[in-house]
Nanobody, 118 residues
Framework: QAQLQESGPGLVKPSQTLSLVCTVS??????????WSWIRQPPGKGLEWMGV???????YFSLSLKSRTSISRDTSKNQFSLQLNSVTPEDTAVYYC??????????WGQGTQVTVSS
């Protein structure tokens, strides 16, 4: 069973880039057919899927965030990362990494709070 852990700064200034890392254990991000997603939940709102990186390195993003989002990976460290550019206070949320896609996520990280504020 995969274990996921998010890490990164809890406070980001407006217009800067939000960067988070998800470290995976007890599984491999290159396991065939596996997919690894980023999801967020702003305060008082529902979950929002942001994007996914597949076992072969291919990526797909939410249309609403595509212009500001990238996802990369480091297979030597079994990690995948999120970068969200030009953040605003509306990007304040709890950010989760999870195994899966298409709203089927059997394994989740605990989540990390990111606040966008000057």
């Amino acid at each position: 069973q995969a274990q996921l852990q998010e890490s990164g700064p809890g406070l980001v200034k407006p217009s800067q880039t939000l960067s988070l890392v998800c470290t995976v254990s007890d599984d491999s991000i290159t396991t065939k057919w596996s997919a690894w997603s980023w999801i967020r939940q702003p305060p008082g709102k529902g979950l929002e899927w942001m994007g996914v990186i597949s076992y072969d390195g291919s990526t797909y993003f939410s249309l609403s965030l595509k212009s500001r989002t990238s996802i990369s990976r480091d297979t030597s460290k079994n990690q995948f990362s999120l970068q969200l550019n030009s953040v605003t206070p509306e990007d304040t949320a709890v950010y989760y990494c999870a195994r899966g896609q298409d709203w089927t996520f059997p394994y989740w990280g605990q989540g990390t709070q990111v606040t966008v504020s000057s």
